[in-house]
């Protein structure tokens, strides 16, 4: 039995019931690690929330630049989209948030992990595979699967012994948000055909209607430049989040398949993190030959999948990351994106490195592919074909005509 439990702590109902459920029904200690991965909020407030709560230490990380940088710089290399549409919001910032739980437990002598996640979620996955790669000897506690409390009781739990949240029975939506995003659920979108309530978007309200252009610099596939500006990574998507997001583009309203077998109605917010992973692919285009491309193409989805599933510790995608940083050498150079109210689209790209030859693609008189050679090729690439038609194919049977 655990004694000392490192808890990934939110601020919120759950987490801060939490910490008094497990010192009064498991006899632990509870220290509490907030990790700031570029959501906001008043981190002094937070702490100070856990200490009244009755958590013997409380720790905020700033994990911000280490987000950017070491998880959604990857994300972004791996054009990644979870069944072709999210880009991956909540999954990216759960294996950054293990490294410091895991971190604070080995610093304050802790023998169990402890999270808020609900019974139904992905989240639960992505802790615990996650904790269990990296200190497979941490016990781990899921309290909120174990005391049956709906939100309900929760709030009158922490009213009676004086837990001090600012939750309220009429919320509507569950939210988590990070500098890559935001996921918004739960409420009046619990039912797939209802439109999403304006109130829910925040990051995608329209507050610009002149069209401008945005020039986004990257080197080795990682976005280090705003029109001209030098940026670190995590400044970057601060800043594409603000531009892009004031035209209103980023919102993304699906159904997704979770992990735990549940189709879940989801709405998420992405302008910055859509915007580049636009620009980055296109750039792609121009610097990728043409095998390596296609390959790349193909693995994108499973290291999506990946990360979604939990297994960002995994050796699956190790092995993956090691071929995308590969694909990157020469992924160098700008790419130009148009922005008018609810659009954002690609208008220009160059590269030193580019791979486009003009006087091979032009039509005009720089001309300088040799056409007397595709005969050939053609004839050569179609051989096989043609000798299967003759042995094999037999007459093609045509439809009558209408």
Known sequence: MAKRVVLAYSGGLDTSVAVKWLQREMGVEVIC????????????????????????????VDCTEEFASDFAVPALKANARYEGKYPLVSALSRPVIVKHLVAAARRFGADAVAHGCTGKGNDQVRFEVGIRALAPDLEILAPVRHWGLTREDAIEYAARHDIPISATKEKLYSIDDNLWGRAIEC???????????????????????????????????????????????????????????AYGFGRLDMVENRRVG???????????????????????????????????????PRWSELVYDGMWFSPLKAALDAFIDESQRFVTGEV?????????????????????????????????????????FVKLWGLGIETWSSRQGGPVELAPPT
Request: proline share 6%.
């Open 33 to 60: 690690v907030a990790a700031d991965v570029g959501q906001g909020g008043d981190w002094e407030a937070i702490k100070d929330r856990a200490l009244a709560t009755g958590a013997v230490e409380a720790v905020v």
């Open 187 to 245: 409420g009046p979108m619990e039912d797939p055909w209802a439109t999403p309530p304006e109130g829910v978007w925040s990051m995608t309200k329209v507050t610009a209607d002149v069209p401008r252009d945005v020039v986004i610099g990257f080197e080795q596939g990682v976005p280090v430049m705003v029109d001209g500006a030098p940026l670190t990574p995590a400044k970057v998507i601060a800043r594409m989040n603000e531009v892009v997001g």
């Open 262 to 300: 549940i189709k879940s109605r989801e709405t998420y917010e992405a302008p910055g993190a859509l915007a580049l992973l636009l620009a980055h692919s296109d750039l792609e285009d121009l610097t990728l030959e043409r095998d390596l491309h296609h390959e790349k193409a193909r693995l994108e």
């Open 336 to 376: 130009r994106l148009h922005l008018e109210p609810g659009r954002c689209f690609v208008t220009g790209r160059r590269s030193d490195w580019s791979l486009y030859d003009y006087g091979l693609a032009t039509y005009d008189a720089a001309d300088t592919f040799d056409h007397e050679q595709a005969g050939g």
